[in-house]
């Protein structure tokens, strides 16, 4: 599992709906900054983020390199300078010419704590 948290990219996620109270499962990528997980999106409104503000505890399915579910819960990464951060070195790590000031201002951004079955 820690080789997997290291090297894959992609997951699924599945978070409960705002609105609906049901499960919602998802693909999307994570990312591995200074020891801490994160996932964010372009910028725009997403519907998992919506869901995580409402409901932060969620299901980390990792479905690359291992095969297992955990809980976790979203913290929301809110205030410019970390968000600055993380989303820079993020972008950086993607190899990408993508405007980070576009991504600090309207990309949702969260650190995954893992084991958080609250």
Do not use: C
Request: hydrophobic share 40%; charged share 25%; glycine share 8%.
């Amino acid at each position: 599992m820690k080789r997997a948290l290291e090297r894959d990219r992609i997951i699924d996620i599945t978070t409960i709906g705002r609105r609906t109270g049901l499960p919602r499962r998802i693909e999307i990528w994570f990312h591995r900054v200074d020891g801490s997980l994160y996932i964010t999106g372009t910028p725009g409104r997403r519907d998992w983020y919506a869901n995580l503000l409402q409901h932060p505890e969620f299901t980390f399915h990792l479905k690359a390199s291992a095969r297992t579910d955990l809980p976790a819960r979203a913290v929301p990464v809110v205030d410019d300078l970390p968000r600055r951060e993380i989303l820079g070195q993020i972008l950086q790590n993607l190899g990408t010419g993508r405007n980070l000031d576009a991504w600090v201002a309207g990309s949702p951004l969260v650190e995954v704590v893992l084991g958080a079955d609250t």
